[in-house]
């Protein structure tokens, strides 16, 4: 069992930058895969960013490609999601993922979901 909690989101001017936190619970963090999906309001959830077990291994949807960096430090039980030059579409609520080891491009398969952190990038 793993429990997700996110922070760090927040009001922020278009061209700004947030670092979004993942903290976990649970002995195993380390042996999930963990991803960012985000969801705005009348839109379907989509996939953000994820990074595997060990952290050797990413996966960015080519909307945020270059803009946005996962990363986890496994003795803190935490993955991050740094978020820089943001614009307006990227306003959303923001969900943390944890899924198998065996990671995917998009991260089909998803575990545990966190409650959400909400992004809101003015203009």
């Known amino acids: 069992q793993v429990q997700l909690v996110e922070s760090g989101g927040g009001l922020v001017q278009a061209g700004g930058s947030l670092r979004l936190s993942c903290a976990a619970s649970g002995r195993t963090f380390s042996r999930y895969a963990i991803g960012w999906f985000r969801q705005a309001p009348g839109k379907e959830r989509e996939f953000v960013a994820a990074i595997n077990w060990s952290g050797g291994t990413t996966y960015y949807a080519d909307s945020v490609k270059g803009r946005f960096t996962i990363s986890r430090d496994n003795a803190k039980n935490t993955v991050y999601l740094q978020m820089n030059s943001l614009k307006s579409e990227d306003t959303s609520c923001y969900y943390c993922?944890?899924?198998?080891?065996?990671?995917?491009?998009?991260?089909?398969?998803?575990?545990?979901w966190g409650q959400g952190t909400q992004v809101t990038v003015s203009s």
């Open positions: 993922a944890a899924g198998p080891p065996s990671l995917s491009a998009t991260m089909r398969i998803v575990n545990y």
